[in-house]
Each structure stands twice: as structure tokens, then as C-alpha cells.
């Protein structure tokens, strides 16, 4: 059952709760600075792929080294090796009081393999936050983001179609923890306090 919360809602954080969370959000609707704010009040790592490739790049680790075969390529880095990299950062001990997953699985082969990943573990996760966004709205910010920043090549036709992408690719996944019961629908626009307040609300009546 999809839980949806509306603009209201406590900020009250109990810090160190152990948590397992995926953040899923469109483009513009401030997940990143939200998976921040989360990690910050439940002293949990975030961890986006991003991050993950950069890291192991820089430390010119095993995994690293063939991920940056591809990214030097302009490929995109093989779903294979994403999970590879996946599964050993979540094998680190920071991570054993709870994680938050930003990107993450990305297509219905990687969420068995997190399924895989965590259940060799011994866990799961706790709840898969969505966050949500008029589209109208998103766009808005988005092409103010771009103006600001001087990236005249992301119009309003450019933005939309990623917009629609990201739906595409997330509905099956969505679906996937909707029929589980983890998913809670938080309302991702609004100021950045309150927005936390209610994805924390959230969280706390589950």
C-alpha cells in the first residue's frame, strides 16, 4: 500500500536510527539535497553510483579501473560491473547500521540484484522514499537552473523528454516495492526544511 503525505509533518529526527532506504525522484525535485539532509539525521551513509565510480576511479581499485575503461570511453558502465561495485560497497562497514540508496537500482535486473546483495546479508530494506513533483513546476526550476548556469542546450522540449524518461524507466521499480508495501510517496516540492519534515513524518509512522 502506497503511503502519500501531504505538507505537513514532524522534523523530529531520533538521530542513529538504523535504516535501509532507496530515494527515487525526477530530475529538479532536490534528491540529492534530500538524500543529504537524510543521511545527516539518521547518521546513515548516502550512497549514490556516482559517488561509488568516482571513488573507486580515484583509488584506481579493481573494479575501478574497468569502470573507468568505460567512462573514458563515453560508455555507460555495464550493469554487470554496476552491481559488482554495488555489492562491495555494501559490503563496507559503514553501511552496517543502514544505508540510503540514490540511483540505485536503476532497472528491474538490479533490483534482484539488491534483493541479492541484501538478502546475502541477512536484510532488506525499510522503505523506498518517492519523491513527487508537478511536472509543470519541475520544468520551471529546471530551465531557471539552466539560465542561471549558462546551459542554454537544456530546453523545455530537452527537459521534458527527460522527465518522461525517468518515468518510464522508474514505473516498473515503483511497482516492484508498491506490491511489497515499502513505498511512501512524499511531495518533493516546497522548501527544502520542510520538504525533509514530511519525508521524516513519513518514515516515522510506518
Same mark, same amino acid.
Given at each position: 500500500? !502506497?503511503?502519500?503525505?501531504?505538507?505537513?509533518?514532524?522534523?523530529?529526527?531520533?538521530?542513529?536510527?538504523?535504516?535501509?532506504?532507496?530515494?527515487?525522484?525526477?530530475?529538479?525535485?532536490?534528491?540529492? !539535497?534530500?538524500? #543529504?539532509?537524510?543521511? +545527516? *539525521?539518521y547518521s546513515i551513509p548516502a550512497i549514490s553510483t556516482g559517488d561509488i565510480f568516482r571513488e573507486n576511479v580515484k583509488n584506481e581499485t579493481e573494479l575501478g579501473v574497468k569502470a573507468k575503461t568505460f567512462m573514458d570511453a563515453g560508455q555507460y558502465v555495464p550493469d554487470s560491473l554496476t552491481n559488482?561495485?554495488?555489492?562491495?560497497?555494501? *559490503?563496507?562497514? &559503514?553501511? *552496517?547500521?543502514?544505508?540510503?540508496?540514490?540511483?540505485?537500482?536503476?532497472?528491474?535486473?538490479?533490483? +534482484?540484484?539488491?534483493?541479492?546483495?541484501?538478502?546475502? #546479508?541477512?536484510?532488506?530494506?525499510?522503505?523506498?522514499?518517492?519523491?513527487?513533483?508537478?511536472? &509543470?513546476?519541475?520544468?520551471?526550476?529546471?530551465?531557471?537552473?539552466?539560465?542561471?548556469?549558462?546551459?542554454?542546450?537544456? !530546453?523545455?522540449?530537452?527537459?521534458?523528454?527527460?522527465?518522461?524518461?525517468?518515468?518510464?524507466?522508474?514505473?516498473?521499480?515503483? *511497482?516492484?516495492?508498491?506490491?511489497?508495501?515499502?513505498?511512501?510517496?512524499?511531495?518533493?516540492?516546497?522548501? $527544502?526544511?520542510?520538504?525533509?519534515?514530511?519525508? $521524516?513524518? #513519513?518514515?516515522?509512522?510506518?
Amino acid at each position: 500500500m !502506497t503511503e502519500t503525505v501531504g505538507t505537513t509533518g514532524s522534523s523530529a529526527v531520533e538521530s542513529g536510527t538504523a535504516l535501509r532506504l532507496l530515494l527515487v525522484g525526477p530530475p529538479g525535485a532536490g534528491k540529492g !539535497t534530500q538524500a #543529504a539532509r537524510l543521511s +545527516e *539525521a539518521y547518521s546513515i551513509p548516502a550512497i549514490s553510483t556516482g559517488d561509488i565510480f568516482r571513488e573507486n576511479v580515484k583509488n584506481e581499485t579493481e573494479l575501478g579501473v574497468k569502470a573507468k575503461t568505460f567512462m573514458d570511453a563515453g560508455q555507460y558502465v555495464p550493469d554487470s560491473l554496476t552491481n559488482d561495485l554495488v555489492r562491495d560497497r555494501l *559490503a563496507q562497514p &559503514d553501511v *552496517a547500521d543502514g544505508f540510503l540508496l540514490d540511483g540505485y537500482p536503476r532497472t528491474l535486473q538490479q533490483v +534482484e540484484e539488491l534483493d541479492d546483495i541484501l538478502g546475502v #546479508a541477512g536484510s532488506a530494506l525499510d522503505a523506498v522514499v518517492v519523491l513527487t513533483a508537478d511536472t &509543470d513546476e519541475v520544468v520551471a526550476r529546471l530551465l531557471k537552473r539552466s539560465a542561471e548556469q549558462g546551459r542554454s542546450d537544456d !530546453t523545455e522540449e530537452i527537459i521534458r523528454k527527460r522527465l518522461d524518461v525517468y518515468t518510464e524507466q522508474t514505473a516498473p521499480l515503483v *511497482a516492484v516495492y508498491q506490491s511489497r508495501g515499502l513505498v511512501v510517496e512524499v511531495d518533493g516540492l516546497g522548501e $527544502i526544511d520542510e520538504v525533509t519534515g514530511r519525508i $521524516i513524518a #513519513a518514515l516515522a509512522s510506518r
